[in-house]
């Protein structure tokens, strides 16, 4: 029995409707699984964890080229030039990426790089961004807002459905509440709501929600085994000279072993 | 491979000491799973809940007498009646009893009928309860305040063993966020932090955590592919007559079905 | 004018009734100031702080006997010895006093020393406490639980008159909230829905909201602003020395300069 | 005594450079009251209520031309035809004009409307837009992000500044919380550390922290007694026919009170 379609179809009343990257099917049952570093910082940096994720079984290598930091100080990204290493990293290993865009003027720009728009949390209310990406025909990854009701998340995507796209894939990160023992808390039970109130796919991104590697199997396990089609995982092989959130990041070897044990849920 | 064990062993450092309830070891590598009402209501309610929820797999009887409501006019508990009550069916059912203590004059009362007493969320900081459980020689379930941090819950676990009790076991049941769509929130990281920095075993309440019956089987896997060592778990047949927090409760039959998904997940 | 007669008819629709502490009258227009150490250490330390605050304009003198601490290993008070010192320096300086009970045990024995009876943040849910106090006639000072909504602080309001007493007094302390700049979030809007949902008179301790002296005027100043009854100061000469939360008490001279700034609000 | 001199300059040691508009000094002792409707929706409706809130005494007129709104059906403002009306309106009063702008592309054209340059709290993180107003010369209101650390909000001022503009006034109106008795929590110690921790100049929107016409006198007295450089208000005459945000909006009298009310603080 395959344990994870028991869950979403007997109890939660959910009807998702896939999104298609290419032949890639988001929401179909399967686990898909992105990851790759929080910023592209080079050609070399790139093909080297790309094959790695790739080799452990990821479905879709993500990659930083606009950064939205908290300090004006910190590294923004490569920006054009990070998309280009990304699009070739991902031409070579023959797998589809996915990046952040952040300005409205970046989106035709990024659309024409990208196999997935991404939008940050701290974009979610960003509403002209959001009618943007809307006007484009890629799928776009809408992340929640790390302080937004699922009502809103689910608002947020209107906006993008209002520009006729309506290949939105949802991702959990963690909300801030009182509890600063992890980065953001990981709110479980949204991947399950928002499955059952919208018909769009929702992956996990226990990663930024953890900020704490040794958290970021477990909470993977938690969300498929609660019903998510995905992940998003940052994974970098040199975390102590990560130019981004190096500190979240799994190494390779521990990125492989959570790809098995989360097959192991599924096909339980 | 047993997967639970994966995540345990290997990537969480975690040395977790078995709680015994007579034969039963809690954190000893097998799901324990404590289900029954929220509240004992009468002798023929609790023998019908009983003998489901133990066929169905369940190790240990719930079932409150003493209740801490919001408002002083809700049904407040059988009281003595519902612990000899409680002792009665489990004893009829051959299964240890857990059941709640809300004032520390009531303490030997309870663990004389009780095999495990549970200090609830809203009595976590309630020092000399804590106080006086740990003079006793009873496991102690101590739920997590729903507004405490993990370094709080670890300090009042402290308080009960500072009595010379250590028999342990931790309880997350979910905590107020800004979040209003479950009634808490369920903070699955938390159940591995504990694990990590405590040497006591850690189980999950779902049912307080989410308020909504469908979403509890997804949060049971999702605890128990965190790394959780049990699960505590509402049940009633009559959800629409029962006095207490029917509205969560899981129907048997869902229970049913929620024991065996959960260890398609261990055994995977 | 006295403008904050203006804030509390004009607007807020509340209709306070004063609880009296001898011809101490709590709510009825002038603001009442409870000041003093958070501990009650010794007499010689009781007695000087007792004579700084009186001489500042303090109306009631504040000091803990059983203090209710995270850790187990902290100073818990003096018990018995802290109550007779604490009425010993309120009967000298010819003030009422007021100090926590956190045991119904302790109840009675705590309403022969003090004139006001605290229930303390930690034990708002504690329903058999509240009880207790209920079953006394001595006016009950209770505390807002960190993580309770009105709502739920007047629901306990209701436990303490289900016993036939009503001098309730309620006290806004802050809430735990994502913010950890200070040690809690005032939240100032309480104090006017408090008020406008209930017949008691609402006053407001800005000490343990803050957790940063510096901060204490300020929100103290915009309490009475608001339309509070009162305040609850926690006062020390020798902070650094305080067995108790020493880093947020103010000094005498502060205090007294918080006083004459709070009086120029109300009678601008 | 200036009262609200004693409280900012003797015990919080803040050092607030004020921002000018025009001959209007921000953040120099006099809170400077900017109010008006959330929305600018006719020529007619912008006259009136302009009238009515320079009679009471506000200094800068405020009306939404670009609205950001959770639902993509609701009203989102009149764009360039309400810069036209809210300039115009401005111009006939003799007053300055604050207006919030949304997105990069349109920072140069409401700027050459608008006197004072908003961001919004949904735009907090949206740093390609808070680049954009910081390449112009135009004093800006940064209000903070509805669940942003203080350090966070500060951080954005840094990216405004970043571009040379550091006429910079922030604005306090409340965080999200578990609390929904109000629409947000009004932070009133955010206010104090803010001034602390930067030079620039704070003043507090308690129309959308309350939620509640009722609250708003309250909050703003106490955001004034707290040390707040000046209110941002939203004042409607006919608010059960407003576009957005009626609920929360006061009526000309009762503004009119409030400001009278509000003064009787800094001369008091």
């Known amino acids: 029995m395959n344990t994870n379609s028991w869950v979403q179809d007997q109890v ?6 896939p999104v298609y990257v ?15 570093p929080c910023a592209v910082e080079s050609e070399e940096q790139m093909m080297r964890i790309g094959k790695a994720v790739a080799a452990a079984g990821a479905h879709v290598l993500r990659g930083g080229a606009y ?4 300090n004006v100080q910190s590294f923004q990204g490569l920006g054009l030039a990070g998309l280009e290493l990304l699009r070739k990293t991902g031409d070579a290993l023959g797998i589809p990426v996915v990046t952040e865009v952040v300005s409205p003027a970046d989106v035709d720009l990024v659309a024409s790089y990208a196999d997935i728009l991404q939008i940050g949390s701290r974009n979610m209310h ?3 961004l959001l009618l943007e990406v809307g006007r484009t025909r890629k799928p776009v990854l809408l992340k929640r ?3 937004a009701t699922i009502e809103e998340w689910l608002a947020a995507a209107d906006y993008i459905a209002a520009g006729g796209n309506n290949q939105i894939i949802l991702c959990e990160r963690g909300i801030r509440t009182f ?21 769009y796919p929702v992956i996990a991104d226990p990663s930024h929600a953890a900020g704490i590697p040794s958290l970021v199997p477990h909470l993977a396990r938690a969300a498929i085994a609660a019903g998510a089609d995905g992940l998003l995982i940052e994974v970098h092989d040199r975390p102590e000279e990560a130019l981004c959130d190096g500190g979240q990041a799994l190494l390779p070897e521990v990125f492989r072993q959570l790809v098995h044990s989360v097959r192991t849920i599924t096909e339980g």
């Open 145 to 147: 807002g790390y302080a």
């Open 67 to 70: 950064k939205p930091r908290t």
């Open 22 to 36: 290419g032949n890639l099917a988001i929401g179909a049952g399967q686990p898909i699984i992105m990851a790759g």
């Open 12 to 17: 939660l009343n959910t009807n998702t409707i």
């Open 126 to 128: 960003n509403y002209p």
């Open 179 to 199: 509890s600063t023992e992890t980065r953001n808390t990981f709110d479980i039970s949204a991947i399950c709501l928002a499955k059952m109130k919208s018909p």
